[in-house]
């Protein structure tokens, strides 16, 4: 069964400073990959995707993440954090019956 | 415009008592989900409907039964409400691999 892995439920980083979300999957086929940021009290927004190709994504907000198969990782990184980042991050794993498994989220806290 | 639309925004209600929670998707979109996230933060799938036939359904109580009137709507009803049906629901539609998400619905059970 395919899964996700956030490490971290809670991060902390300094405005300016790198962020780095982590997310592990487990697939039995290739996957397609997803990161969601969820603000409070709304609903999730698409960040980027990996589907094929290009294993380096860019995402919206300064956003990008990595498919490393061998890691079997997609982790989310922001060279320069703002505090309009402070959000809620899932990492998501779509499987071929359509469905998308999410993992527990990561809380992102930007600390002035 | 607004892509996934869900009503109400926000459910007080009873234990016991019966309410529905409605999504309306503009996209033209094929398949609609309901998800249900919990006070952890945890995002689980309910349902999944594709051109109004049911594909997805977890193990998700039968006192929860979702209906889709058109390609463009996929409602919730929920009987008996309890305790811990408290949450947000989201709905959701998706095309190809991205699924768009609705405001959610704040649920809160009495």
């Known amino acids: 069964a395919q899964s996700v892995t956030q490490l971290g439920s809670h991060v902390s980083v300094s405005e300016g400073a790198l962020v780095l979300l982590r997310c592990n999957y487990s697939s039995s086929v290739p996957p397609y990959l997803f990161w969601y940021v969820q603000y409070p009290n709304q609903g999730l927004q698409l960040l980027l995707k990996y589907t094929t190709g290009a294993t380096l994504v860019k995402g919206i907000n300064g956003f990008e993440a990595e498919f490393k198969k061998s890691e079997t990782s997609f982790h989310l990184t922001k060279p320069s954090a703002h505090m309009s980042d402070a959000a809620e991050y899932f990492c998501?794993?779509?499987?071929?019956?359509?469905?998308?498994?999410f993992g527990k989220g990561t809380r992102l806290h930007i600390l002035p | 415009d607004t892509a996934v639309s869900q009503t109400p925004k926000y459910l007080v209600t009873q234990m016991g008592n019966d309410k529905s929670i409605k999504c309306e998707q503009n996209l033209g979109h094929d398949t609609m989900y309901w998800y249900k996230q919990d006070s952890k933060k945890f995002l689980k799938i309910m349902f999944s409907y594709n051109n109004k036939e049911l594909i997805i359904n977890e193990t998700v109580p039968n006192r929860f039964s979702p209906k889709s009137p058109d390609k463009a709507h996929l409602n919730l009803h929920i009987n008996s409400l309890e305790l811990g049906d408290s949450a947000v629901y989201f709905c959701?539609?998706?095309?190809?691999?991205?699924?768009?998400f609705g405001p959610g619905t704040r649920l809160t059970v009495l």
């Open positions: 959701a539609s998706s095309a190809t691999h991205e699924q768009f």
């Open positions: 998501a794993v779509r499987n071929r019956d359509d469905k998308i498994i």
